[in-house]
């Protein structure tokens, strides 16, 4: 077995409202009432059954923002809401629990144990830490790059959370600090947000994938993965700069630097148990999911449907690459949440209060698109304030995108330019709900939502800056 315990594969159960005042919890209750009470007066044209949709869902996310309660517990009760007062049947209420990107939480956890057994993470860590050095800001930009490497073979950002988790935790450990330290909160925290931010720039994640095939579906445009990667590669650099630096001045180290315990630090990472069966046949499965993954194009098999079945295998008897005891320790609060999300979504589309949110947000929106200019902020920041609503990436894009895309033909507007843009702004994200890979990362309790809060809006300034600088005078260059 590696050196690092395979526990910390898994995200740990995060409580973060129970160290709060009675007061700060009972004014954060009272408040998302209130929303829902102001959703339900609101002068709108919709049915009961719609605006009572619009208002249970408006106090889960209020609830989420808040941390009223933990993120799964406050979803679960949302979703009974909506069942007991029969907003929509129980198969659309509960559809997130069936749906590939709940599913794909938990064979994604499993692979990430698997190679945690393996020692792998250990392996690169020793890897990095013996070119990059041994301060904290080299040992965080070596985070970083690898979390981008990883996107190319690993298309998946909660996938690349759960191998990556490890990594940090050893490097953490071997500072010396807690888990409410800078050098905890920053290293973690960059990490999780770079794993999701990174799936828009390269066609990788579920929502970048979802994005193309409905540009090409609908858009009626051809999308290469080389294009779409070159594209956005200057944002893709951006992000690993300015979020390094910005890290470094959000969460000054503690400590500067482990040079003087390098000895101890090799030793650390050179810590790894002989290979034996167990680690090839861990390497194979996990081989064999990144190849699945990358072939898809050939056999159909979704990302989801692979996590979790290469998961099941190293379950099999024979096998043994994972145990009973593997699967007890899988936290299955994000799994819930994931679920939880995902029926809401699907709750405010049966019930018509998605059209009347795209409406909103969109409606006014279609008169700006035609001079670039202006189009690029007007996409950027209204796709960002529809995807508190949406939470789910898959939902936003897969709820906004036919129109953009169906606009995009009626007007002779460019359809992969204005499906790229409106793609990327689902990248900026304020808190964990709105994203897979952070509510992860967020339930392993390495950071707080204040820490992601400010991480995020500075990240989603300079996104939309790099955006800026891509779609003016990049893309021009590239003659798109």
Same mark, same amino acid.
Request: charged share 10%; aromatic share 14%.
């Given at each position: 077995?590696?050196?690092?315990?395979?526990?910390?594969?898994?995200?740990?159960?995060?409580?973060?409202?129970?160290?709060? $005042?009675? =007061?700060?919890?009972?004014?954060?209750?009272?408040?998302?009432?209130?929303?829902?009470?102001?959703?339900?007066?609101?002068?709108?044209?919709?049915?009961?059954?719609?605006?009572?949709?619009?208002?249970?869902?408006?106090?889960?996310?209020?609830?989420?923002?808040?941390?009223?309660?933990?993120?799964?517990?406050?979803?679960?009760?949302?979703?009974?809401?909506?069942?007991?007062?029969?907003?929509?049947?129980?198969?659309?209420?509960?559809?997130?629990? #069936?749906?590939?990107?709940?599913?794909?939480?938990?064979?994604?956890?499993?692979?990430?144990?698997?190679?945690?057994?393996?020692?792998?993470?250990?392996?690169?860590?020793?890897?990095? #830490?013996?070119?990059?050095?041994?301060?904290?800001?080299?040992?965080?930009?070596?985070?970083?790059?690898?979390?981008?490497?990883?996107?190319?073979?690993?298309?998946?950002?909660?996938?690349?959370?759960?191998?990556?988790?490890?990594?940090?935790?050893?490097?953490?450990?071997?500072?010396?600090?807690?888990?409410?330290?800078?050098?905890?909160?920053?290293?973690?925290?960059?990490?999780?947000?770079?794993?999701?931010?990174?799936? $828009?720039?390269?066609?990788?994640?579920?929502?970048?994938?979802?994005?193309?095939?409905?540009?090409?579906?609908?858009?009626?445009?051809?999308?290469?993965?080389?294009?779409?990667?070159?594209?956005?590669?200057?944002?893709?650099?951006?992000?690993?700069?300015?979020?390094?630096?910005?890290?470094?001045?959000?969460?000054?180290?503690?400590?500067?630097?482990?040079?003087?315990?390098?000895?101890?630090?090799?030793?650390?990472?050179?810590?790894?148990?002989?290979? =034996?069966?167990?680690?090839?046949?861990?390497?194979?499965?996990?081989?064999?999911?990144?190849?699945?993954?990358?072939?898809?194009?050939?056999?159909?098999?979704?990302?989801?449907?692979?996590?979790?079945?290469?998961?099941?295998?190293?379950?099999?008897?024979?096998?043994?690459?994972?145990?009973?005891?593997?699967?007890? $320790?899988?936290?299955?609060?994000?799994?819930?949440?994931?679920?939880?999300?995902?029926?809401?979504?699907?709750?405010?589309?049966?019930?018509?209060?998605?059209?009347?949110?795209?409406?909103?947000?969109?409606?006014?929106?279609?008169?700006?698109?035609?001079?670039?200019?202006?189009? #690029?902020?007007?996409?950027?920041?209204?796709?960002?304030?529809?995807?508190?609503?949406?939470?789910?990436?898959?939902?936003?894009?897969?709820?906004?995108?036919?129109?953009?895309?169906?606009?995009? $033909?009626?007007?002779?507007?460019?359809?992969?330019?204005?499906?790229?843009?409106?793609?990327?702004?689902?990248?900026?994200?304020?808190?964990?709900?709105?994203?897979?890979?952070?509510?992860?990362?967020?339930?392993?309790?390495?950071?707080?939502?204040?820490?992601?809060?400010?991480?995020?809006?500075?990240?989603?300034?300079?996104?939309?800056?790099?955006?800026?600088?891509?779609?003016?005078?990049?893309?021009?260059?590239?003659?798109?």
């Amino acid at each position: 077995m590696a050196a690092i315990d395979h526990s910390v594969a898994e995200p740990l159960i995060a409580a973060p409202a129970h160290g709060r $005042k009675n =007061s700060l919890r009972l004014a954060q209750a009272l408040f998302c009432l209130g929303v829902g009470a102001a959703v339900w007066l609101a002068p709108l044209q919709v049915g009961t059954n719609t605006r009572a949709a619009l208002v249970i869902s408006a106090m889960m996310i209020i609830a989420w923002m808040t941390e009223v309660m933990e993120y799964a517990s406050a979803g679960l009760v949302g979703l009974f809401l909506f069942w007991i007062f029969g907003i929509a049947k129980p198969e659309i209420i509960f559809a997130g629990f #069936v749906n590939d990107a709940s599913w794909f939480y938990i064979g994604a956890v499993f692979l990430g144990a698997m190679a945690t057994k393996t020692g792998l993470p250990q392996r690169i860590a020793g890897f990095v #830490v013996d070119r990059v050095g041994l301060t904290y800001s080299r040992l965080l930009l070596g985070i970083i790059v690898i979390a981008f490497l990883l996107t190319f073979i690993v298309p998946s950002g909660v996938a690349r959370v759960v191998i990556m988790a490890p990594i940090c935790i050893g490097i953490i450990n071997l500072f010396g600090v807690d888990k409410n330290s800078n050098i905890a909160r920053g290293m973690f925290l960059l990490m999780v947000y770079t794993c999701a931010i990174f799936d $828009k720039m390269i066609i990788a994640g579920t929502g970048a994938i979802t994005a193309r095939n409905i540009i090409e579906r609908i858009g009626e445009v051809d999308v290469t993965y080389s294009f779409w990667l070159l594209a956005f590669f200057p944002c893709a650099l951006t992000t690993i700069f300015v979020g390094w630096r910005v890290t470094l001045w959000l969460f000054p180290p503690e400590i500067e630097s482990l040079e003087g315990r390098r000895a101890e630090v090799q030793a650390h990472f050179n810590n790894v148990s002989a290979w =034996s069966p167990m680690h090839t046949k861990a390497c194979i499965l996990v081989m064999l999911a990144l190849t699945l993954w990358l072939t898809d194009w050939v056999h159909g098999v979704s990302a989801a449907k692979v996590a979790f079945g290469v998961g099941l295998i190293g379950l099999l008897p024979f096998v043994d690459v994972l145990t009973a005891d593997d699967f007890r $320790k899988a936290n299955m609060l994000p799994y819930f949440f994931v679920a939880a999300a995902l029926g809401m979504s699907e709750v405010l589309r049966s019930t018509g209060g998605l059209t009347v949110l795209t409406d909103v947000f969109l409606g006014g929106m279609e008169p700006l698109l035609a001079n670039k200019v202006v189009a #690029v902020p007007v996409l950027y920041w209204t796709a960002f304030v529809y995807h508190f609503f949406t939470a789910s990436e898959i939902s936003m894009l897969a709820t906004s995108l036919p129109i953009l895309m169906e606009f995009a $033909k009626s007007h002779g507007i460019d359809a992969l330019w204005l499906g790229m843009v409106w793609t990327f702004a689902a990248g900026g994200k304020l808190f964990a709900y709105q994203s897979a890979p952070l509510i992860v990362g967020y339930a392993y309790g390495y950071f707080r939502h204040t820490d992601m809060l400010k991480l995020g809006a500075i990240l989603t300034v300079v996104e939309f800056v790099a955006l800026a600088f891509c779609t003016f005078i990049f893309w021009p260059v590239l003659g798109f």
